[in-house]
């Protein structure tokens, strides 16, 4: 397993729970790292990315302000701080890899993806 999320579930709305993914340091450890999700229903959005480095991130509006991404190559792992959460939040949220070491808003500028982590804000 290359990529794996974890720190799904069922919350309030809210509730401030933090999405983690652990990758392949030998494969992602100079790329960028990126959060998308999926509502029922709708198509695969961006959330957020993080460059290799770590000191340039990109958000979609509508989290700007109330999710961070961050990540830790000593520990492999990039993290999505999720805070003040919507029941419009609600979606399975995937982590991916991004093509190079900065990437962009597109599914295509990411080549692996985790399996999924799915949370539900309710209302």
């Known amino acids: 397993v290359q990529l794996q999320a974890f720190g799904g579930g069922l919350v309030q709305t809210g509730a401030s729970p933090r999405l983690s993914c652990s990758y392949s340091?030998?494969?992602?450890?100079?790329?960028?790292m990126g959060w998308f999700r999926q509502a029922p229903g709708k198509e695969r959005e961006f959330v957020a990315s993080i460059n290799w480095r770590g000191d340039t991130t990109t958000y979609t509006d509508s989290v700007k302000g109330r999710f961070t991404i961050a990540r830790d190559n000593a520990k492999n792992t990039v993290y999505l701080q999720m805070n003040n959460l919507k029941p419009e939040d609600t979606a399975i949220y995937y982590c991916?890899?991004?093509?190079?070491?900065?990437?962009?808003?597109?599914?295509?500028?990411?080549?692996?993806w985790g399996q999924g982590t799915l949370v539900t804000v309710s209302s």
């Open positions: 991916a890899a991004g093509r190079s070491s900065y990437s962009g808003r597109q599914t295509h500028d990411y080549t692996y």
């Open positions: 340091r030998r494969i992602f450890s100079n790329n960028a």
